[in-house]
C-alpha cells in the first residue's frame, strides 16, 4: 500500500503535492507509475510540451513541492527549465533520464536539480527521492534568523576609492564589532577587494553564478577567503569576468549571504546596471561615493535620481579625500550641487595612503583621520553611540590597504 509523504512546518501537517512535466507519453506514464507505487498524494501531469521559460513562474508558481521533469525530450532545454524552476526557488527540482553519463550528474547539480533517477526506475528509488525532498522542506528544524542588512557601496565615478572604502569597512564590522560579515565584490569585470586586503582567493564569485542552481549557505561557504580580520570574502576572478550577470543570479547570491550573514557588504564599482537594480530596494543602505570635482557632482545628483526610482533605498553620501582647506566647491556648493547634505567626510591624506599600497604596511596614526570616520560610520550601521577615540598609538585596522 502506498504511503502519503507528508511535510511539516513544526505547526501543521500536509501532503506533499507533486507535478510531474514531460512531453513522452512513455516516460511521463513511467514516472507516474513508480509514483502512483509510493504516494498517495496530489500528482499532476503536464502533457504538453515544456512551458516556455518566460511562463513557468506563472505555470508552476508555488504550487507543487516536487517538480519531476524528463530530461530525454530536448536535454538542453529540460536543463534551463530546471535552473528557472531552482533559481527562482519555486520547488525542489528533479530529472530522470534514460542516460547513464557520468557527467549528466554535474550538469543536473549545476542547474539546480536535486536528485536525478534512472530510468526504468530502481525500486524504491522514487520513494527516497521524495522522503528527502520532505525532509529538505520540512521546517521543523530552528527557525531562520532574520536577514542581514545588505550594505552597498557605489561610485559616482571611476577612481572614487569604493573599494578600499567598502573593503576598510567591512573589516571594522568583522574585527571591530565582532559581527559575521561578507564581502562581495561585485565589481565586474575586474574586481580587486581580494587584492586590497592582502588576500588571495582560490575561488571566485563567477562560480556562484555559474552554479546559482545549487548555491545554497553550503556551497557559498565552499568559495569564500577568510581574511584575517574574520571578514569572509567572496572575490572577483583573476581574469576578466562576464559583465553580463543574470538578475536571477546576483538575488539569489545576495538572497543567500542576507541568510547566513549578519551583514553583506557590496562592492558595486561605478557601474549602476539597469539589471541589478534589484540591489536597490528599500532594505538596502547605499553608500554613495564621490569627490569634490564637477564631474563626480554631476554623476552623483543623477544617480541619487535614479536610485530614488528603484525602489526608495536608504541612500548616504560619502565624500571621499575631503580637505576643506584646499577644495575648490566648498560644501554649500556641493550640497547645493547634490540637492543634500553629505552624510561622511572621508578626510585626504595621499601620503600615507600611498605608502600603504606600496609597502602593505598597517595603518599607521597618519591614517587614524580615515580610519575613525569609518568606525564612525560602521558604529551607525551597528546602531551603537561613537566610541571615544583612542590614545595615540591605536590603529583600527592591522592589515588592510586604504584607496
Known amino acids: 500500500m502506498p504511503d502519503q509523504i507528508l511535510i511539516s512546518d513544526g505547526r501543521s501537517t500536509r501532503v506533499l503535492s507533486i507535478a510531474v512535466i514531460s512531453p513522452d507519453d512513455e516516460r511521463r506514464k513511467a ?3 513508480e509514483l502512483s507505487g509510493c504516494h498517495t498524494g496530489p500528482v499532476r501531469e503536464f502533457t504538453a510540451s515544456y512551458p516556455a521559460l518566460s511562463e513557468v513562474e506563472k505555470v508552476i508558481g508555488h504550487n507543487y513541492d516536487v517538480v519531476l521533469v524528463d530530461l530525454d525530450s530536448d536535454l538542453e532545454y529540460a536543463l534551463e527549465l530546471v535552473h528557472t524552476i531552482s533559481s527562482q526557488e519555486l520547488a525542489v527540482a528533479m530529472v530522470y533520464s534514460a542516460n547513464a553519463e ?9 542547474a539546480g536539480a536535486r536528485e536525478l533517477l534512472r530510468l526504468p526506475f530502481s525500486c524504491g528509488e522514487m520513494a527516497e527521492a521524495l522522503f528527502r525532498a520532505s525532509a529538505l522542506l520540512s521546517s521543523d528544524r530552528p527557525a531562520q534568523k532574520a536577514a542581514g542588512k545588505l550594505l552597498v557601496f557605489l561610485g559616482a565615478k571611476g577612481g572614487s576609492g569604493v573599494t578600499s572604502l567598502a573593503c576598510n569597512f567591512a573589516v571594522s564590522l568583522a574585527q571591530e564589532h565582532k559581527k559575521k560579515t561578507i564581502l562581495i565584490d561585485l565589481n565586474l569585470p575586474l574586481g580587486d577587494a581580494a587584492i586590497s586586503l592582502g588576500i588571495k582567493a582560490e575561488h571566485s564569485i563567477v562560480s556562484a553564478f555559474q552554479n546559482v542552481g545549487r548555491l545554497d549557505s553550503l556551497f557559498l561557504s565552499s568559495l569564500l577567503v577568510r581574511h584575517d580580520s574574520g571578514l569572509s570574502v567572496l572575490a572577483a576572478p583573476n581574469e576578466l569576468a562576464p559583465t553580463f550577470v543574470s538578475v536571477e543570479a546576483i538575488d539569489k547570491l545576495l538572497r543567500v549571504a542576507r541568510q547566513e550573514f549578519d551583514y553583506v557588504v557590496v562592492d558595486a564599482g561605478s557601474k549602476l546596471d539597469l539589471q541589478r537594480k534589484h540591489m536597490f530596494d528599500e532594505s538596502a543602505t547605499i553608500y554613495l561615493v564621490t569627490q569634490a570635482g564637477i564631474p ?8 541619487i535620481s535614479q536610485l530614488a526610482d528603484t525602489g526608495s533605498p536608504k541612500v548616504e553620501i560619502v565624500l571621499n579625500r575631503y580637505d576643506a582647506r584646499s577644495v575648490d566647491i566648498d560644501e554649500d556648493h556641493i550640497m547645493k550641487a ?3 547634505p553629505v552624510n561622511w567626510k572621508i578626510p585626504n591624506n595621499y601620503a600615507a595612503v600611498r605608502r600603504m599600497q ?13 580610519s575613525q ?8 550601521v551597528c546602531g551603537r553611540p561613537p566610541v571615544p577615540e583612542k590614545k595615540k598609538g591605536f590603529s583600527l585596522f592591522r592589515s588592510v590597504f586604504l584607496f
Open 373 to 380: 570616520v569609518i568606525r564612525q560610520m560602521t558604529e551607525s
Open 102 to 110: 557520468p557527467n549528466l550528474l554535474v550538469r543536473c547539480m549545476r
Open 338 to 340: 547634490l540637492n543634500r
Open 296 to 303: 563626480e557632482l554631476r554623476n552623483c545628483h543623477r544617480l
Open 31 to 33: 514516472a507516474m507509475t
Open 358 to 370: 606600496n609597502t602593505a604596511a598597517p595603518l599607521s596614526e597618519e591614517g587614524a583621520g580615515i
